[in-house]
């Protein structure tokens, strides 16, 4: 995780576009500025950030398969669970499926495990839009090759 | 169709709390029910699934910027229900 470039995905480890799931893997930093205020002496990766975590690879799955034509964006969040504390020096895995593809949305199921155990899970609702500009295509596509998402190496999965 | 209206009316008077005495074929779901697009892809999302069709709300909203077609065409809830009956049937032809 590069919590302050809010890229809270390390690594794609699988997609299956038949099964139309995805799985990623992230480490909590043992150190960020946001565990000096959350909270001082008692750092706790915050709730938000994890269910930012479900968000970011539900749009990896999402992305990949509509071959980086369009853009999600996260909409609504639904019966979020945070079921434990996370904290720093944790290694998270990340799943999700998509359980609609809608008319220019989007919905997924998400949860997060640590050592097997479910951390938190939530529904998730995307907008699905056109990218803004072509240079937010060619970041996206290299994130995502930063991650290790290839698409096209993956289509026929 | 009023098996298809009265799972519609259902489906918004639980997804946005509109009493579903309120909510009749006539109503126009934004103007009248006043549900916004957020809300609206929920019920998109509960039609769907209660269906087993695909809204095609994009092709929709580009029509009605476009000046092709009117709100009332889609959001009109008689309207909206006799739509989804020819989705239902195109697919099961």
Redesign the interface.
């Known amino acids: 995780m590069r919590l302050e470039y809010f890229q809270l995905i390390d690594r794609i480890v699988d997609l299956n576009l038949a099964d139309r799931t995805i799985s990623s893997e992230a480490t909590v930093p043992t150190a960020s500025t946001i565990f000096e205020g959350h909270f001082p002496g008692y750092p706790l990766m915050p709730g938000v950030l994890l269910i930012e975590t479900m968000a970011q690879t539900s749009g990896w799955l999402v992305v990949a398969l509509n071959r980086f034509a369009r853009m999600p964006f996260l909409a609504q969040v639904k019966e979020a669970k945070l079921r434990t504390f996370v904290t720093p020096g944790q290694q998270l895995s990340i799943e999700a499926h998509l359980e609609h593809d809608g008319s220019g949305f989007a919905v997924t199921e998400a949860k997060i495990r640590a050592d097997g155990k479910l951390i938190c899970d939530a529904k998730l609702t995307f907008r699905i839009v056109d990218f803004p500009n072509a240079e937010m295509v060619k970041w996206m596509r290299d994130t995502a090759a930063g991650i290790g998402l290839s698409v096209e190496a993956r289509a026929n999965v | 169709m009023s098996s298809t209206f009265e799972t519609i009316a259902n489906i918004i008077a639980e997804t946005c709390d509109i009493p579903r005495d309120s909510i009749t074929p006539a109503s126009h779901a934004i103007n009248d029910l006043g549900i916004d697009s957020?809300d609206f892809?929920?019920i998109?999302?509960a039609i769907?699934?209660a269906f087993g069709i695909?809204?095609?709300?994009?092709?929709w909203?580009q029509e009605v910027n476009d000046g092709k077609a009117t709100t009332d065409q889609y959001f009109v809830l008689k309207n909206l229900s006799a739509r989804i009956d020819d989705l239902v049937a195109a697919k099961g032809a």
């Open positions: 957020l892809l929920d998109a999302f769907d699934k695909k809204l095609p709300l994009e092709q909203t």
